[in-house]
């Protein structure tokens, strides 16, 4: 997921910010984020099946985690404060990151009930 997540902000820096402006880019990649993502973790979990709905619950809640984590790894290499990055989470300013960890912590659930036998 995280080389997932790099080539999109490639995608996006190349691409969407050029043609659209930065805040306009950040949304549409939050989009082709989230359907990247979605077309992965088909994959994943059609491979590796998940065997119960608590199963499926605390996969959701570690990738949630881990992500949140990856990204905070990352916005402090960068050098942005903790009140930078939870901008990125502000829904009533356009920001619509928070739709990432999200899909990411209800996908595993999602993917159980439409994959069981």
């Known amino acids: 997921m995280p080389v997932i997540a ?5 995608i996006r820096q190349f691409l969407f910010v050029k043609n659209y402006g930065e805040k306009a880019a ?3 990649s939050t989009i082709t984020l989230i359907i ?4 992965y973790l ?15 619950m605390w996969t959701g809640i ?3 985690f ?3 984590i990856f990204e905070i790894g990352l916005g402090l290499a960068s050098g942005k404060t903790f009140s930078e990055m939870l901008k990125a989470y502000d829904l009533f300013s356009g920001e619509l990151w928070v739709f990432v960890p999200l899909f990411i912590l209800i996908v595993p659930v999602l993917f159980y009930f439409f994959m069981k036998d």
């Open 66 to 68: 881990l992500t949140i």
């Open 62 to 64: 570690l990738w949630c």
């Open 6 to 10: 790099v080539l999109n902000a490639l």
């Open 42 to 56: 088909y994959f994943v979990l059609n491979r590796w099946r998940l065997e119960s709905i608590s199963q499926a």
């Open 36 to 39: 990247f993502l979605g077309i």
């Open 26 to 28: 950040h949304q549409i």
